[in-house]
């Protein structure tokens, strides 16, 4: 078993409620419970899949201050620093080059040189 296919055993869960919880706690009810504790826990894909799937999508977004969390989720997941990497720089050509450099800043934060 590679590391990559150990990830998939990890039980995936939320941090709404302590984030958001005394805030807003339906919005951090529904990040726990749908998001995280279902959709994360699906078995058609991996919690590495799902890894690389968000940071992309996040990278194309612009999204970098949800970015952060996720790239330290992935490198939990089993996706590599390399692998993050050169997922951000392959989105960067398609999502377009201020979100890739916004993306890749907070990856150097999150990730270190």
């Known amino acids: 078993m590679t590391d990559s296919s150990t990830s998939q055993h990890r039980t995936q869960v939320g941090g709404g409620r302590r984030a958001l919880g005394d805030f807003s706690p339906k919005l951090a ?8 504790e279902d ?38 997941n089993g996706v590599t620093r390399v692998e993050l990497i050169e997922a951000i720089t392959h989105v960067a050509f398609y999502a377009g080059w201020p979100k890739g450099m916004g993306a890749m800043n907070v990856a150097r934060r999150v990730l270190g040189d």
Do not use: C, M, Y
């Open 29 to 36: 009810a529904l990040t726990d419970d749908v998001l995280f």
């Open 39 to 76: 959709v994360w826990n699906r078995p058609e894909l991996s919690p590495r899949d799902r890894s690389l799937i968000t940071v992309a999508v996040l990278t194309a977004g612009g999204d970098t201050e949800q970015l952060a969390f996720h790239l330290d989720h992935a490198v939990k």
